[in-house]
């Protein structure tokens, strides 16, 4: 069996415009095979932008690359045979039984007439769906029509998936069961490459991609992001009545940003937090908040993604006030 390549995903200077409007601005990326790849960013960032051109649906303005070896300007057609792709809207038709839905994909994706009982008993034993494969898709609820519109995405098996907002409306449980599946299918080889603008899901993936007005700003591994991209120091403060104490943080040097964060606060401050921690702890003191815990953490994600995109904006602000 030859070796796999390394690399599903690999794009240079990616662009698309949609007139005198830049929806996705020189994107670099590079995707490993069998990796989970998050793209994270607010809506209109240009996620599902990127991902259509990845899957062969919408020609790039500029750029090159590849998807699972084929060139994304040249061999789209080539493309969509050896990927999968599940959009947000789930691509299925509610008029059809859950059974008849996946006929037609087996249809759509060519497998052929002696696998086509086997990959839809597989679809239906993966979704859960075996006791409900004569029910009309309109009447599943939003958990099982994803499994379902993942199991109709992957018929064919590809090397690759792309999922587009897959658990958008979905409650917590069922998106949980969802990432349990991608977890299994990466187990499998398979690469996934999914957009979301849910932080806690980003965590669940190998490394991500963070895009904001259609740059990727950053990209890596959680963890890493949390430690190298991050410009300011954040401090856990847990004292009793943290919404009043709030009003106490802005006649504290160095202090940037504080918001409530579960029961406790999230201070955002100048790098060095142990300059910071005592002026914190003396300043309660002073105005009588019992105070259990000042320290230092380790970012979330979205502290470092609203860094991040703060730290953008104001490298923006010059510019546009020079040009104004």
Known sequence: MPDREPYAVVVQDLEKRFGS?????????????????????????GKSTTIRMLCGLLTPTAGTGTVAGFDIMREAERIKAHIGY?????????????????DFYSGIYRIPKAKKAERK??????????????SRT?????????????GCAILHEPPIIFLDEPTSGVDPISR?????????????????FVTTHYMEEAEYCDRLGLIYRGELIAAGPP????T???????IEVLCEQPQEAMLVFGEIEGVKEVALFGKGLHVVVERRAKDAIPAIKSRLAARNFAVSRVERIVPSLEDVFVSLI??????????AEVKG
């Open 310 to 319: 703060e730290a953008r904006d104001r490298q923006e602000r010059p510019q």
């Open 228 to 234: 190298r991209f991050m410009q300011d120091d954040i």
């Open 138 to 150: 309109a009447v599943l609820s939003g958990g099982w029509k994803q499994r379902l519109a993942l």
């Open 223 to 226: 963890d890493e992001l949390k």
């Open 121 to 134: 008993e597989w679809v239906l034993g993966m979704a859960g769906l075996a006791r409900h494969r004569g």
């Open 86 to 102: 599940m959009s947000q809207k789930f691509s299925l038709y509610e008029d059809l039984t859950v059974e008849e839905n996946i």
């Open 176 to 192: 949980r069961s969802f990432w349990d599946l991608i977890y299994e299918l990466a187990g499998q080889g398979v690469t996934v």
């Open 21 to 45: 409007f830049v929806a996705v601005n020189r994107v670099s990326l590079q995707v490993k095979t069998g990796e989970i790849f998050g793209f994270l960013g607010p809506n209109g960032a």
